[in-house]
């Protein structure tokens, strides 16, 4: 580097002057999908046992079912960036960690106490499963709450619902 190079570098003039890092765009919807099918693909080839595929399975259903919601969370929630690492990273690793170990020994040799590489990856994904529905109660928490409202409304407005509400008289005598 000549010493032009390096004044110019200095006062921030140099080669590098004006790149400034742009963060990757987050996951779209069509990415976390694509993720939850490469899932459902290492399950059947990496010849995942029910019990596995079962929860996997559930999980990726209660991610698919939330994606529409996603946005009802609030953009940057942390349900919301919990959902896209659980379908992006979470969910790919413990599966992939536990199909890379010849299946024999991972289902019977000890690894963590008394539990198998099996049982690990079904607390994992029971982890998951659960963190998933929470999530997913969350994105339907509003409308539920607006039924609820509705609902309350009705019944100021008309009377109580079990007694059929005021006596409309409607052709009865």
Known sequence: MGL????????????????????PPPPTDNDIL?????????????NAPPVVTSRVV?????IHQTLPRLND????????YSLMATATDYLPEALGG????????????????????????IEQLELLGV????????????????????GRFLEAKFGHSSTGGPDLNLGTP
């Open 4 to 23: 032009g190079s390096w004044f110019r570098k200095v006062r921030g003039k140099g080669d590098d002057a004006g790149t400034e890092y742009v963060a």
């Open 58 to 62: 559930k999980i990726a259903r209660t």
């Open 73 to 80: 969370l609030g953009l940057g929630s942390q349900d919301g």
């Open 34 to 46: 694509a993720a939850l099918n490469r899932v459902n693909a290492m399950c059947r080839e990496g």
């Open 131 to 150: 963190t998933m529905d929470k999530i997913f109660d969350a994105a339907n928490l509003g409308d539920a709450q607006a039924l609820i409202a509705h």
């Open 98 to 121: 536990y199909l890379r170990l010849p299946r024999e020994w991972a289902d019977t040799r000890p690894i963590d106490g008394n539990k198998t590489s099996l049982m690990v990856l």
